[in-house]
């Protein structure tokens, strides 16, 4: 990775906690899209596909009851009989007519509305043949009855059928939408275990950068200087070496040159010293006095 030790301080913090939060970002909008996804398809099957099996079941509970007091009516014995039987002929014949009026009201699209034509054309023919039915049997017409009985439930199982279908697929809807669900959920975790674990690796990244680029280069300059300090100049040559073309690397090289001047000046010092004056300093600068 030369390229990333060329580039400055500034850049390189940039650089590592600017992937860690732009991970982390796309982490979480990838997940918070993800789980707004199950949540579209749990309000769907919730606001749409369980309502309409419930409703849809109350009808065919409501015609088969329907079917079973016409029955009744035929094989009743006495009045009594006959009139439990009418009694329930009609409470279910209004069950009928409020499924149909729900069933009309929640549907939105044109399948479903085609579905609930169908099943109104098929239990409204059902249902007009039960009053002359009714009439026969009361009349003690029984093979009449029975014919009328006959074409009865020819209609009624066929908008039974239509039922049965609809309930079928609405279930089939739902299980579907559940896996759709299942499938995205597990995307989003995996997603978000992804975002967490990539995010985790590149702030060990981050924090091992920062300590071999920064904090371990400090604290070398730190003791090069205390080094200097007590005039030891011949034990900082080793520990001033630059490995980096940033701030740290510069103030390396820094600590370096003031090492080497110092080892100058202590030299000429000790040359002086001992008597020889023809020893030269080269000055640093315009402004180095001690030059």
């Avoid at 007519?97 to 009309?104: G, I, K, S, V």
């Avoid at 004056?277 to 600068?285: E, N």
């Amino acid at each position: 990775m030369s390229w990333f030790t060329r580039l400055r301080l500034r850049a390189k913090l940039t650089a590592a906690f600017g992937a860690v939060i732009a991970i982390s970002t796309l982490a979480g909008v990838l997940a918070l899209w993800q789980l707004s996804a199950v949540n579209g398809i749990t309000t769907t099957v919730a606001r749409d596909v369980l309502p309409s099996v419930q409703r849809y079941g109350e009808y065919r509970h409501a015609l088969t009851q329907f079917r079973v007091h016409v029955r009744d009516h035929l094989l009743a014995l006495d009045e009594a009989g006959r009139a439990r039987a009418e009694k329930g002929i009609a409470a279910q014949r209004d069950t009928l007519l409020r499924a149909r009026t729900a069933l009309e009201t929640s549907a939105t699209s044109g399948a479903a509305k085609a579905t609930i034509a169908a099943l109104t054309t098929a239990s409204g023919r059902a249902e007009r043949l039960v009053p002359p039915l009714v009439a026969k049997s009361r009349a003690n017409d029984v093979m009449g009855a029975t014919r009328d009985f006959e074409l009865f439930e020819v209609e009624a199982l066929r908008a039974d059928s239509i039922v049965a279908r609809t309930v079928t697929e609405a279930s089939r809807r739902g299980t579907e939408a559940s896996a759709d669900a299942a499938t995205t959920y597990t995307i989003a975790l995996w997603t978000t275990i992804f975002g967490v674990a990539l995010c985790a690796a590149l702030g060990l990244f981050a924090t091992r950068m920062i300590l071999a680029r920064v904090a371990e280069p400090v604290a070398a300059v730190t003791r090069s200087l205390e080094k200097l300090a007590r005039g030891e100049v011949d034990a900082v040559s080793a520990t001033t070496r630059a490995t980096s073309h940033d701030e740290i690397g510069e103030l390396l090289l820094a600590c370096a040159g003031l090492a080497a001047s110092q080892r100058e000046f202590a030299a000429a010092a000790t040359a002086l010293g001992a008597g020889d004056t023809a020893v030269t300093v080269t000055p640093r600068g315009a402004h180095d006095a001690l030059g």
